[in-house]
């Protein structure tokens, strides 16, 4: 029989409502994932939350059953709750059917098999969660091995960055790591890192993109360090027609990406 | 001698603050826009803010000075206040140096010279305000003739579509309109609709894109109505090799304009 809660006054809600918050999240290593498609799409991946809280009306939604009974057999907790508190613990007024609480989890590079996939994501201080969430989403549509962010970045595990990914946070490994030990772990062996740049004359259509490709983002305000356009192989830039000077990060990155899986397949 | 604002209790300081808000933004026609870069992208096609509020300490910077000189000029207020002040009114810890005032503005489809643009973006019932902004910024990037809204959209003049825009928002006319008006104009001059579907087999890189192209994207969480997509002339897919069958509408949108715009260059 799940557990129910019912009271705001419950210590465990406000646990869960304080991981929205950076700081309680690093200190607990937990991180907040909402809605039955992001949570099945971690369950199919292998990952299922600590904690699952579902409202009394989805309790016969197969999906919410299957999750829940999953939850249980993993010694994790399934919780019934009002939809009052899904919106608290989700901040929206029209909340999820489902909310759930997820380890942190973390890939080092050695993790990663680059003979795995032709393009690999690399951000640069990137600093919107929701550019964030959007590049993993992008990543995962071009079969991208993983996303490496480089130097200070957003958290991945921000409730935005978790949404805007729709899932994808749970199907592609994220690095994060320095500027010096990517480019030492880079050239240890094949594969092109290939710079989104305003400085280059090279038409981002014009460039030759082999696998594995790296791709490499700059920050949103101030693009990347020289330091960094030196390390790359190759600086592209992507057409500017009108008044302004660049393109949101995350629409930038995909415009490369499928570039780059056009050229590929 | 410019006027100087410094009490939070100004009533001017309760009207922009709430222009944040839908319903007062709408009552009175007027909307915010935030930042130096912004409001001089503005200033260059000519639309200038009604009352322009600006830290006391940018008062010298040059575009600051300039931005100041032209809202007087033109009849406006320009306004001197403190960081505390603008950081109420743009909602944010770090406020922009200035914030504008401004009358909204709108097109209609008659306004439209199809001839001019070789590229066309239509968005039907788009609900994100950061979509639409970074839609009109890819808009401006491709070199777009318009942005044309079908149906229940967000506000284009909301706090978030006018930042993600980063300007475009005053360079790309934006016409709200309905289908069936929108399906009449269309047909009655040269152009071909072209609509992102996950029901197509035709790969985006294949179709052929002549000018003008109107490029349809459907609402974010439901795709377009059966109706609308009967409406088009060609149904294209962007591929998505991994789990997740969509991408960002936003991003889904720049990967097609680019493509366009790499056919009709």
Partial sequence: MPREITAFSNPLIKYVRDLRDKRHRKAARQFLAEGLRILTEARETGRLPRTLFYAAASANHPLVHALS?????????????????????????????????????DAALEDLDRTSAGIWLVAERLRDPGNLGTILRTGDAVGA??????????????????RASMGALFTIPVVKTEWAPFEAWLRSGPGQLVGLSLDTETDYRAATYGAPTFLLTGNEAQGMPAEMAEGCDTLVKIPMLGKADSLNAAVATAVMAYEVLAQQR
């Fill in 145 to 162: 091995g993983g996303l490496i962010l480089i130097g200070e970045s957003v958290d991945p595990f921000s409730v935005e960055a978790v």
């Fill in 69 to 105: 009974m999953d939850v249980e057999e993993a010694g994790g907790e399934s919780i019934q709750t009002t939809p009052d508190i899904l919106s608290k613990l989700s901040g929206k007024d029209n909340p999820q059917a489902v909310v759930g609480v997820f380890d942190e989890f």
